[in-house]
């Protein structure tokens, strides 16, 4: 048969200080839910894998949803009162403006109607001027001029009408006109006859009463504006009303808020990618505030080892070190370094990055190797042994190459070899692979290593 075959030889063994310590997740997480509420399905058992954002947990959450819908329904009210008081305040304003306006051109108008009263009543009280009695008496005398010349026109229509020498509509003519300069006459007459004796005391009292009146008017204009600027506050009254419609709208969409999120409470999802690792509420079961649900982990594993304080300079942040985890060698990288030691036994907590290995589990116990020094000792693949009935063996092939059981004992591992304390010497030649068709007596035809 063939197989591999090595020579043993002398090599460099690490001394190493097994610090020993504990495998964790990375990431570890008790699921619990804020709603109180009756758990209607859990979606997973423990051992399942899940994604970011998978739903796991819901609870009842009939109660809130309705609460949620009220706190929408109060909403939509308060907006409503808000827009009612922003269209009474947008109206208020401009009634008011109106208003304002409308009472100041009354002020002002009144204060041109006594403004012309008092000029009246002095116009009354001074009497007639030196013009104005000239220009009635000119008026006077042109009036009887013309009532004079009508009347020598009279005379001479009338002869000639007697002679039938016109018609009688021109002498009706020629007497109209008679008329008219006549009345005219007695009208600049009596105007002059006016102007000569001056106002009489009816009309003065008539103007000063019109004065009086037309203060009393101002007076009231002005109390008129004095009200519209008054009832111009019920803008700020409006404006109060507002902001309480606007507080309210606001409490209502905390409300709403707040209620939408408690509605949220009533189903857990998953943080990050990960593992279950405890499944604590069944359907039926009843969920109160902070009460956990679910533990998952996610992430890589890390071995919390402990290391003590005079070997801290030998694991810096990023160093590599050899690991052993459930009897199988691996490499860990050093994350990090608890700054709060152990007062009694002087030691921290060191976590060594290990990977996600399918067969790696939180709790599982572990070794991480750090080196101290080296020294000569007998290195073989570890390949070269195995175990059996707590013994271990390796395959020795003798001069004629025939194969012979050995038992021999094992020191630490070396990466991919192992230290042998005892059992094989330096020089012999060892089998180090296919040792499940070697037996003990057979010739092995090897390929010399």
Same mark, same amino acid.
């Given at each position: 048969?063939?197989?591999?075959?090595?020579?043993?030889?002398?090599?460099?063994v690490?001394?190493?200080?097994?610090?020993?310590?504990?495998?964790?997740?990375?990431?570890?997480?008790?699921?619990?839910?804020?709603?109180?509420?009756?758990?209607?399905?859990?979606?997973?058992?423990?051992?399942?894998?899940?994604?970011?954002?998978? =739903?796991?947990?819901?609870?009842?959450?009939?109660?809130?949803?309705?609460?949620?819908?009220?706190?929408?329904?109060?909403?939509?009210? +308060?907006?409503?009162?808000?827009?009612?008081?922003?269209?009474?305040?947008?109206?208020e304003?401009?009634?008011?403006?109106?208003?304002?306006?409308?009472?100041e051109?009354?002020v002002?108008?009144?204060?041109?109607?006594? /403004? /012309?009263?008092?000029?009246?009543?002095?116009?009354?009280?001074?009497?007639?001027?030196?013009?104005?009695?000239?220009? +009635?008496?000119?008026?006077?005398?042109?009036?009887?001029?013309?009532?004079?010349?009508?009347?020598?026109?009279?005379?001479?229509?009338?002869? =000639?009408?007697?002679?039938?020498?016109?018609?009688?509509r021109?002498?009706?003519? /020629?007497?109209?006109?008679?008329?008219?300069?006549?009345?005219?006459?007695?009208?600049?007459?009596?105007?002059?006859?006016?102007?000569?004796?001056?106002?009489?005391?009816q009309?003065?009292?008539?103007?000063q009463?019109?004065?009086?009146?037309? !203060?009393?008017?101002?007076?009231?204009?002005?109390?008129? =504006?004095?009200?519209?600027?008054?009832?111009?506050?019920?803008t700020?009254?409006?404006?109060?009303?507002?902001?309480?419609?606007?507080?309210?709208?606001?409490?209502?969409?905390a409300?709403?808020?707040?209620a939408?999120?408690?509605?949220?409470?009533?189903?857990?999802?998953a943080?990050?990618?990960?593992?279950?690792?405890?499944?604590?509420?069944?359907?039926?079961?009843?969920?109160t505030?902070?009460?956990?649900?679910?533990?998952?982990?996610?992430?890589?594993? =890390?071995?919390?080892?402990?290391v003590?304080?005079?070997?801290?300079?030998?694991?810096?942040?990023?160093?590599?070190?050899?690991?052993?985890?459930?009897? !199988?060698?691996?490499?860990g !990288?050093?994350?990090?370094?608890?700054?709060?030691?152990?007062?009694?036994?002087?030691?921290?907590?060191? !976590?060594?990055?290990?990977?996600?290995?399918?067969?790696?589990?939180?709790?599982?116990?572990?070794?991480?190797?750090?080196?101290?020094?080296?020294?000569?000792?007998?290195?073989?693949?570890?390949?070269?042994?195995?175990?059996?009935?707590?013994?271990?063996?390796?395959?020795?092939?003798?001069?004629?190459?025939?194969?012979?059981?050995?038992?021999?004992?094992?020191?630490?591992?070396?990466?991919?070899s192992?230290?042998?304390?005892?059992?094989?010497?330096?020089?012999?030649?060892?089998?180090?692979?296919?040792?499940?068709?070697?037996a003990?007596?057979?010739?092995?035809?090897?390929?010399?290593?």
């Amino acid at each position: 048969m063939h197989a591999s075959v090595t020579k043993v030889e002398l090599g460099r063994v690490r001394v190493n200080f097994e610090a020993s310590g504990t495998v964790r997740a990375s990431l570890h997480s008790a699921l619990a839910s804020k709603a109180v509420g009756t758990v209607t399905a859990v979606n997973v058992r423990e051992g399942d894998t899940v994604l970011p954002g998978q =739903l796991l947990v819901t609870i009842d959450d009939r109660e809130l949803a309705a609460s949620s819908t009220s706190s929408s329904a109060a909403l939509q009210a +308060a907006r409503a009162s808000v827009d009612r008081a922003q269209t009474s305040v947008e109206v208020e304003t401009r009634t008011s403006q109106s208003r304002i306006a409308q009472a100041e051109a009354h002020v002002r108008q009144a204060v041109a109607i006594h /403004a /012309a009263a008092i000029a009246h009543r002095d116009q009354v009280q001074q009497g007639a001027r030196k013009q104005e009695l000239a220009q +009635a008496h000119l008026a006077a005398q042109e009036a009887e001029s013309n009532l004079l010349l009508a009347s020598k026109e009279l005379d001479r229509a009338k002869r =000639l009408a007697a002679d039938e020498a016109i018609s009688r509509r021109e002498l009706d003519i /020629a007497q109209n006109r008679y008329d008219v300069a006549k009345s005219h006459r007695d009208s600049a007459t009596q105007a002059e006859e006016m102007a000569i004796e001056g106002s009489r005391s009816q009309e003065i009292r008539g103007a000063q009463e019109d004065v009086v009146r037309a !203060k009393a008017a101002i007076d009231l204009a002005r109390a008129a =504006l004095s009200q519209a600027k008054a009832d111009a506050l019920l803008t700020q009254i409006r404006m109060k009303d507002l902001a309480v419609a606007n507080a309210q709208r606001e409490q209502a969409t905390a409300s709403l808020n707040a209620a939408q999120i408690g509605l949220s409470y009533t189903k857990v999802f998953a943080p990050y990618a990960g593992r279950v690792v405890h499944r604590l509420a069944d359907p039926g079961s009843m969920s109160t505030i902070g009460s956990p649900l679910l533990d998952i982990e996610g992430g890589d594993y =890390l071995l919390e080892a402990s290391v003590p304080e005079t070997m801290l300079a030998q694991v810096p942040k990023g160093k590599k070190l050899s690991v052993l985890l459930n009897s !199988k060698s691996t490499t860990g !990288k050093v994350l990090d370094i608890v700054p709060q030691g152990d007062a009694t036994s002087h030691s921290y907590i060191v !976590k060594l990055s290990v990977g996600n290995p399918s067969w790696l589990r939180s709790g599982m116990y572990g070794k991480a190797l750090i080196p101290i020094t080296t020294s000569a000792g007998i290195l073989i693949p570890a390949s070269a042994t195995w175990e059996r009935e707590g013994l271990h063996y390796a395959y020795v092939l003798d001069d004629k190459s025939i194969a012979r059981l050995r038992i021999v004992t094992l020191g630490k591992p070396q990466g991919p070899s192992i230290e042998i304390l005892s059992g094989l010497s330096q020089g012999e030649r060892i089998v180090t692979d296919h040792i499940d068709t070697v037996a003990d007596g057979k010739r092995v035809e090897a390929d010399q290593r």
